[in-house]
């Protein structure tokens, strides 16, 4: 069915393409099915898109391998790696890949949405939409939707528009089924249109969708992402203070949290935020900035940076302190690997960044995460990796707690402390009961409490 917005058909339930099958594509072409669409999913490369097309997903995501078995089963979703058949096949097209950091830059690499948009426009000759949800520099969309318009037979028939998504790993299934808003960034009515008929069942329960320019759209990810950067610092930076002076970095969190105006999420302090988005998406946004003339402008993105990468090399100091003041050969069982608990992903991750400083300090290290020891394993061959948290702990003469998997949060401190050489643990996460392991003869530290503190300055003079 159709109907004619600004003398254009809109297609009222449009056939869906995904190109870019990872977290967020792979999430978001299931989703769509589980909406009720029929969904074609795209990607380079042959072996991913063999594994989604026998029910296989190729990364850690809790939920969404059954969605998938159910999407697949309904007949509704087919992935491919033809160009040809997704442009014959959608009518609207979602493009979903990665934009990583640039090697050696803060900027955004963005060949791979470059080349996706390029390859589908060159191919699409009717009328249609694009719709960008990879998180890009303010002003991509403008220029990439006057270059489709050019490549593609459709010509003005092929409009673009950006769609920002802001799904959490471990959480994707639901973030993108029952999102808190929806963001259209659009240039015509038809596209408002036909982007409000592909999420015509999620507009349907009254989520709020704002609709706004292509910069608008764009700059409302980064936005999004750099406040919530700034958030985590921001508590980080006050347990750098609560070090030097002997405050309780989570009793003033707590406290901070009940104020409406502030709120307790995202004000979790500890060994600070990493993953395949806040780290790169601040340093590209400050990139953008400054190109745009306006590098002032997110300037403290640089602390907040700052600040973040200071905990891990914090975290490192707790280990040696704990430790006696050198890390040269000793044992030291690093739990955690993933960049957050429920996920498999070790980009920028705090927990391996410090499990390789300590490594490189001369510990004898021993990693377990239990999702992502494959992936970390691929980015440091040279750490041991055990396979069970017994293992891990196994005469250890220190324990470092990098990421809060339960598996480690409900760990029974007596049983642990008969496994170690040494009760000795630093909570890089704030994860678990200080009274308890103390109460099992452990050493407890943390980033931001008394005890993992420095002693306070003396004043001068005092
Ligand atoms: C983030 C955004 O939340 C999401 O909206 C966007 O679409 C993609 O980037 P994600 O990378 O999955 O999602 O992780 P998130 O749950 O936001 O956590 C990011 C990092 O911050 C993790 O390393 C986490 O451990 C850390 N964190 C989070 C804290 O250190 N303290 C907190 O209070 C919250």
């Known amino acids: 069915m159709t109907r004619t917005i600004a003398t254009a058909p809109v297609v009222e339930h449009p056939r869906i393409t995904v190109i ?8 978001h072409a299931v989703c769509m099915t589980a909406l009720g669409f029929d969904v074609l999913g795209v ?4 072996a991913k898109v ?12 809790p939920g969404l391998p059954e969605k998938l078995r159910e999407a697949l089963d309904s007949g509704r979703l087919r992935f491919t790696t033809d160009f040809d058949e997704a442009a014959r096949f959608g009518d609207v097209h979602f493009v979903c890949v990665g934009t990583p950091q640039a090697p050696g830059s803060n900027a955004a690499d963005l060949r791979f949405v470059e080349a996706a948009f390029a390859e589908l426009a060159a191919r699409i000759d009717r009328r249609a939409l694009l719709v960008g949800k990879s998180t890009v520099p303010i002003g991509t969309a403008a220029r990439i939707a006057d270059e489709v318009r050019t490549l593609s037979p459709a010509g003005d028939d092929l409009e673009l528009a950006w769609n920002p998504e802001f799904l959490r790993e471990g959480f994707a299934v639901e973030d993108t089924l029952h ?5 259209f960034g659009v240039t015509s009515d ?3 249109a036909q982007l409000r008929a592909a999420f015509r069942p999620i507009l349907d ?3 709020p969708l704002v609709v706004a320019d292509l910069a608008t759209a764009e700059l409302v990810k980064v936005a999004a992402n750099s406040f919530l950067a700034t958030k985590i610092s921001y508590i ?9 002076t002997g405050a309780d970095v989570t009793v003033l969190a707590t406290a901070l949290g009940y104020d409406d105006r502030i709120g307790a999420r995202f004000l979790k302090p500890g060994l600070g935020f990493g993953g395949g988005c806040l780290p790169k998406d601040i340093r590209a946004f400050t990139h953008r900035a400054a190109e745009l003339g306006v590098g002032q402008a997110v300037a403290f993105l640089e602390e907040v940076d700052a600040i973040n990468i200071r905990r891990r090399i914090r975290t490192v100091d707790l280990v040696r302190e704990l430790a006696g003041g050198s890390l040269a050969g000793v044992r030291v069982a690093a739990l955690g690997a993933a960049f957050k608990p429920n996920s498999d992903d070790v980009r920028d991750a705090p927990a391996l960044d410090v499990a390789r400083m300590l490594y490189l300090e001369g510990a004898s290290v021993t990693v377990y995460d239990p999702e992502a020891t494959q992936n970390a394993h691929r980015v440091y061959p040279d750490l041991d990796f055990a396979s069970s948290l017994g293992q891990a702990v196994a005469s250890a003469e220190v324990v470092a707690l990098l990421t809060e998997w339960d598996e480690f949060r409900s760990a029974d401190p007596t049983t642990l402390g008969e496994l170690v050489a040494r009760r000795r643990i630093v909570d890089g996460r704030h994860a678990l009961d200080a009274d308890r392991y103390r109460a099992a003869g ?3 530290r943390a980033l931001g409490l008394p005890s993992g503190a420095r002693q306070p300055q003396a004043l001068p003079g005092g």
Do not use: I, K, Q
Request: aromatic share 12%.
């Open 179 to 183: 999102p808190d808003r929806l963001v």
């Open 43 to 46: 990607d380079v490369d042959a």
């Open 190 to 192: 038809w596209a408002e």
């Open 442 to 444: 452990w050493e407890y």
């Open 205 to 207: 329960r009254d989520t």
């Open 50 to 61: 063999a594994a989604l097309s026998a029910g296989t997903v190729p990364f850690f995501e």
């Open 236 to 244: 980080n930076a006050m347990a750098e203070v609560c070090e030097a």
């Open 20 to 27: 870019g099958t990872g977290y967020l594509g792979a999430t």
